[in-house]
């Protein structure tokens, strides 16, 4: 609970410094991909509620902690790493990834599902509406709002799926193989072997494939 560094988050988009968010320098107290920001705060809430929302940012975590979201912790706008999954892996089982609904928040999420499903998580994913962020989106809508699109989270296939569609790769057998073989390779990242044959099934079931033909991919 005590402070290591300092973050702050770019308020206005003429501001000339270089990226969304700045930084203390690295020390040897203060590695930033070690690092879960709030997670000090709200652990008592991921553990009693065996889930952590992870947003980017800052200020993500701060709106939402003070709408009573209180089980959210941010990846200091930086892209998930291992060493942070493992922190959080202390007090939940269940990682739900929040994040900005831009291209290179959805990009952010696709890298952060493989490193949680690898770390044993069970993964859901928040896909926000366009040009909206954690901290945008509970101001303009409040707790209750975000708490709906929470209800509504994706497993990390719909979301996958969803992302080849809007790209139209199921319009053509080259695009389906290549959104298939991602789906398969992310549930190549999954240890528990039970957990690996459900996911099989599902995407078997829902592509008309042979799950023997999945099993031989992945």
Known sequence: GRVIAFGARK?????P????????PETPVYSKSRVVFGLFQSKEAVRSENNALMVEGYADTISLFQAGIQNVVASSGTALTPDQLRLVAKYAKTLTL????DSAGSQATVRGVDLALEQGFDVKIVPLPKGEDPDSFVRKNG???FRQLLQDAVSFIDFKATQFLNQGAFSTPE???AA???????IAKI??????????KEVADRYGIYES??????
């Open 11 to 15: 308020l206005r988009d003429d501001d």
């Open 17 to 24: 410094i270089q990226g969304k968010y700045i930084n203390s």
């Open 98 to 101: 929040v994040y900005d609904a």
């Open 143 to 145: 707790s209750k709002e």
């Open 175 to 177: 695009g389906k193989t």
């Open 180 to 186: 298939v073989r991602s789906i398969v390779q992310s």
């Open 191 to 200: 240890g528990d072997e039970l957990k690996r044959n459900f996911f099989v």
């Open 213 to 218: 033909v999945l099993y031989r991919e992945l």
